[in-house]
Protein backbone atom coordinates (compact mmCIF):
# COMPACT_ATOMS: atom_id res chain seq x y z
CA UNK A 1 0.00 0.00 0.00
CA UNK A 2 0.85 3.67 0.26
CA UNK A 3 2.78 4.67 3.13
CA UNK A 4 5.51 7.76 3.73
CA UNK A 5 6.84 7.45 7.04
CA UNK A 6 9.75 9.81 8.63
CA UNK A 7 12.54 7.84 10.78
CA UNK A 8 13.11 10.26 13.94
CA UNK A 9 9.43 11.95 15.41
CA UNK A 10 11.47 14.68 17.38
CA UNK A 11 14.62 16.71 16.20
CA UNK A 12 16.29 18.95 19.00
CA UNK A 13 19.07 21.33 17.20
CA UNK A 14 21.08 24.57 18.35
CA UNK A 15 20.34 27.65 16.57
CA UNK A 16 22.91 28.08 13.88
CA UNK A 17 23.27 24.33 13.53
CA UNK A 18 22.16 22.94 10.31
CA UNK A 19 18.78 20.50 10.72
CA UNK A 20 18.15 17.36 8.66
CA UNK A 21 14.54 16.20 8.27
CA UNK A 22 14.11 12.51 6.59
CA UNK A 23 11.31 10.92 4.90
CA UNK A 24 11.20 7.16 3.53
CA UNK A 25 8.29 6.63 1.23
CA UNK A 26 7.47 3.14 -0.48
CA UNK A 27 5.58 3.65 -3.57
CA UNK A 28 7.99 3.25 -6.36
CA UNK A 29 5.20 5.48 -8.45
CA UNK A 30 5.27 8.33 -6.85
CA UNK A 31 6.36 11.17 -9.34
CA UNK A 32 5.97 14.32 -6.86
CA UNK A 33 7.32 15.22 -3.18
CA UNK A 34 6.34 18.54 -1.25
CA UNK A 35 7.91 19.22 2.31
CA UNK A 36 5.47 21.47 4.72
CA UNK A 37 6.11 23.26 7.56
CA UNK A 38 2.66 23.25 10.53
CA UNK A 39 3.15 25.56 13.35
CA UNK A 40 0.66 25.22 16.17
CA UNK A 41 -2.85 25.81 15.35
CA UNK A 42 -2.39 26.79 11.35
CA UNK A 43 -2.14 25.11 8.44
CA UNK A 44 0.44 23.39 6.55
CA UNK A 45 2.64 26.01 4.71
CA UNK A 46 4.33 24.65 1.92
CA UNK A 47 8.01 24.73 2.11
CA UNK A 48 9.81 23.05 -1.10
CA UNK A 49 8.79 20.71 -3.73
CA UNK A 50 10.46 17.78 -6.30
CA UNK A 51 9.68 16.43 -8.91
CA UNK A 52 11.30 12.59 -9.45
CA UNK A 53 12.97 14.01 -12.09
CA UNK A 54 15.15 15.60 -9.99
CA UNK A 55 17.60 14.73 -7.48
CA UNK A 56 17.91 18.11 -5.96
CA UNK A 57 16.15 21.46 -5.34
CA UNK A 58 17.86 24.61 -3.19
CA UNK A 59 15.20 27.32 -1.76
CA UNK A 60 15.85 30.24 1.03
CA UNK A 61 17.95 28.31 3.15
CA UNK A 62 16.57 24.95 2.24
CA UNK A 63 17.58 22.01 -0.16
CA UNK A 64 15.47 19.08 -0.73
CA UNK A 65 17.29 15.51 -1.84
CA UNK A 66 15.17 13.04 -3.47
CA UNK A 67 17.38 9.46 -4.06
CA UNK A 68 14.91 7.14 -5.55
CA UNK A 69 17.03 4.27 -5.46
CA UNK A 70 16.65 4.02 -1.79
CA UNK A 71 12.95 6.02 -2.07
CA UNK A 72 14.14 8.36 0.48
CA UNK A 73 13.40 12.21 0.87
CA UNK A 74 15.02 15.04 2.96
CA UNK A 75 14.72 18.46 3.93
CA UNK A 76 18.06 20.34 4.82
CA UNK A 77 17.58 23.99 6.16
CA UNK A 78 20.65 25.54 6.78
CA UNK A 79 21.66 28.32 9.86
CA UNK A 80 18.62 27.24 11.44
CA UNK A 81 16.67 29.48 13.84
CA UNK A 82 14.08 29.71 16.29
CA UNK A 83 10.87 30.48 13.96
CA UNK A 84 11.94 27.07 12.40
CA UNK A 85 10.86 25.15 15.11
CA UNK A 86 7.05 23.40 14.22
CA UNK A 87 6.00 20.28 12.59
CA UNK A 88 7.61 18.97 9.36
CA UNK A 89 5.57 16.46 6.91
CA UNK A 90 6.83 15.18 3.71
CA UNK A 91 4.08 13.94 1.05
CA UNK A 92 3.75 12.47 -2.03
CA UNK A 93 1.67 12.20 -4.75
CA UNK A 94 1.68 9.23 -7.05
CA UNK A 95 1.73 9.75 -10.78
CA UNK A 96 -1.20 10.34 -12.12
CA UNK A 97 -3.09 11.10 -8.85
CA UNK A 98 -4.35 13.58 -7.24
CA UNK A 99 -4.10 12.83 -3.44
CA UNK A 100 -1.45 13.37 -1.22
CA UNK A 101 -0.02 10.89 0.78
CA UNK A 102 1.48 12.68 4.12
CA UNK A 103 3.74 10.86 6.92
CA UNK A 104 3.35 11.13 10.21
CA UNK A 105 5.47 14.17 10.83
CA UNK A 106 8.78 15.18 12.31
CA UNK A 107 8.94 17.80 15.08
CA UNK A 108 11.50 20.56 14.82
CA UNK A 109 12.65 22.18 18.33
CA UNK A 110 15.70 25.18 17.59
CA UNK A 111 17.29 25.75 21.28
CA UNK A 112 18.32 28.99 21.58
CA UNK B 1 -4.00 37.25 -3.51
CA UNK B 2 -5.49 35.79 -0.86
CA UNK B 3 -4.72 32.37 0.19
CA UNK B 4 -7.31 29.29 0.88
CA UNK B 5 -9.80 30.39 2.90
CA UNK B 6 -11.96 28.33 5.79
CA UNK B 7 -14.31 29.44 7.73
CA UNK B 8 -15.30 28.69 10.76
CA UNK B 9 -12.12 28.77 11.93
CA UNK B 10 -13.28 26.84 15.68
CA UNK B 11 -16.74 25.32 15.22
CA UNK B 12 -17.98 23.32 18.21
CA UNK B 13 -21.22 20.89 18.03
CA UNK B 14 -23.11 19.04 20.14
CA UNK B 15 -23.37 15.24 19.71
CA UNK B 16 -25.81 14.33 16.68
CA UNK B 17 -25.94 18.29 15.23
CA UNK B 18 -25.06 18.73 11.60
CA UNK B 19 -21.04 20.46 11.21
CA UNK B 20 -20.47 22.79 7.74
CA UNK B 21 -17.11 23.76 7.22
CA UNK B 22 -16.60 26.24 4.32
CA UNK B 23 -13.49 26.44 2.01
CA UNK B 24 -13.33 28.97 -0.83
CA UNK B 25 -10.09 28.10 -3.20
CA UNK B 26 -7.10 30.10 -3.86
CA UNK B 27 -8.45 32.80 -7.08
CA UNK B 28 -7.81 30.42 -10.50
CA UNK B 29 -7.53 27.40 -8.40
CA UNK B 30 -10.18 24.97 -9.44
CA UNK B 31 -9.35 21.62 -7.96
CA UNK B 32 -10.15 21.39 -4.36
CA UNK B 33 -8.97 18.66 -1.64
CA UNK B 34 -10.42 17.99 1.92
CA UNK B 35 -7.90 16.61 4.68
CA UNK B 36 -8.57 15.62 8.55
CA UNK B 37 -5.98 15.66 11.38
CA UNK B 38 -6.14 14.33 14.29
CA UNK B 39 -3.99 15.47 17.04
CA UNK B 40 -0.16 14.79 16.74
CA UNK B 41 -1.27 12.97 13.65
CA UNK B 42 -0.28 13.89 10.32
CA UNK B 43 -3.09 14.59 7.90
CA UNK B 44 -5.30 12.30 6.26
CA UNK B 45 -6.96 12.96 2.42
CA UNK B 46 -10.83 12.49 2.64
CA UNK B 47 -11.76 13.57 -0.55
CA UNK B 48 -10.87 15.95 -4.13
CA UNK B 49 -13.25 17.78 -6.01
CA UNK B 50 -13.26 20.04 -9.14
CA UNK B 51 -16.18 22.31 -9.90
CA UNK B 52 -19.65 20.22 -9.57
CA UNK B 53 -17.18 17.21 -9.86
CA UNK B 54 -16.34 14.47 -7.03
CA UNK B 55 -13.05 13.29 -8.52
CA UNK B 56 -12.12 10.95 -5.64
CA UNK B 57 -13.76 10.28 -2.41
CA UNK B 58 -11.78 7.30 -1.09
CA UNK B 59 -10.63 8.63 2.02
CA UNK B 60 -14.46 9.57 3.30
CA UNK B 61 -16.15 7.65 5.59
CA UNK B 62 -19.54 6.03 3.89
CA UNK B 63 -21.81 7.51 6.25
CA UNK B 64 -22.78 10.74 7.60
CA UNK B 65 -20.13 12.87 5.65
CA UNK B 66 -20.32 14.92 1.97
CA UNK B 67 -18.62 16.78 0.13
CA UNK B 68 -19.34 19.59 -2.90
CA UNK B 69 -18.18 21.82 -4.83
CA UNK B 70 -20.51 23.88 -6.53
CA UNK B 71 -20.62 26.00 -9.99
CA UNK B 72 -21.19 29.49 -7.56
CA UNK B 73 -19.51 29.53 -3.93
CA UNK B 74 -17.29 27.80 -1.63
CA UNK B 75 -16.82 23.94 -0.92
CA UNK B 76 -18.74 22.41 1.45
CA UNK B 77 -17.89 19.83 3.82
CA UNK B 78 -20.52 18.09 5.78
CA UNK B 79 -20.88 16.14 8.53
CA UNK B 80 -24.11 14.69 10.01
CA UNK B 81 -25.15 13.47 13.54
CA UNK B 82 -21.46 14.38 14.39
CA UNK B 83 -19.97 11.98 17.10
CA UNK B 84 -16.93 12.61 19.51
CA UNK B 85 -14.34 10.92 17.08
CA UNK B 86 -15.41 13.71 14.41
CA UNK B 87 -13.10 16.26 16.87
CA UNK B 88 -9.84 16.78 14.92
CA UNK B 89 -8.88 19.43 12.33
CA UNK B 90 -10.23 19.75 8.76
CA UNK B 91 -8.00 21.38 6.23
CA UNK B 92 -8.99 22.54 2.97
CA UNK B 93 -6.38 22.50 0.23
CA UNK B 94 -6.44 24.13 -3.51
CA UNK B 95 -4.08 23.99 -6.68
CA UNK B 96 -4.85 25.10 -10.01
CA UNK B 97 -5.32 21.93 -11.81
CA UNK B 98 -3.66 18.45 -11.58
CA UNK B 99 -0.72 17.88 -9.37
CA UNK B 100 1.05 15.57 -12.27
CA UNK B 101 1.34 18.62 -14.21
CA UNK B 102 4.88 20.25 -13.28
CA UNK B 103 4.75 23.74 -12.24
CA UNK B 104 1.15 22.94 -9.81
CA UNK B 105 1.01 22.18 -6.50
CA UNK B 106 -1.61 22.47 -3.53
CA UNK B 107 -1.61 24.84 -0.99
CA UNK B 108 -3.53 24.51 2.66
CA UNK B 109 -5.74 26.87 4.15
CA UNK B 110 -5.69 27.66 7.99
CA UNK B 111 -7.96 25.15 9.20
CA UNK B 112 -11.47 24.42 10.70
CA UNK B 113 -11.38 22.98 13.95
CA UNK B 114 -14.49 20.87 15.15
CA UNK B 115 -14.59 19.97 19.14
CA UNK B 116 -17.66 17.92 19.16
CA UNK B 117 -18.96 17.85 23.15
Known amino acids: GESVGLHLPTLSVQEGDNSIINCAYS??????FIWYKQESGKGPQFIIDIRSNMDKRQGQRVTVLLNKTVKHLSLQIAATQPGDSAVYFCAENIQDGNKLVFGAGTILRVKS | NAGVMQNPRHLVRRRGQEARLRCSPM?????VYWYRQLPEEGLKFMVYLQKENIIDESGMPKERFSAEFPKEGPSILRIQQVVRGDSAAYFC???????????????FGEGSWLTVV
Open chain 2, 93 to 107: ASSPSSLSLSGNTIY
Open chain 2, 27 to 31: KGHSH
Open chain 1, 27 to 32: NSASDY
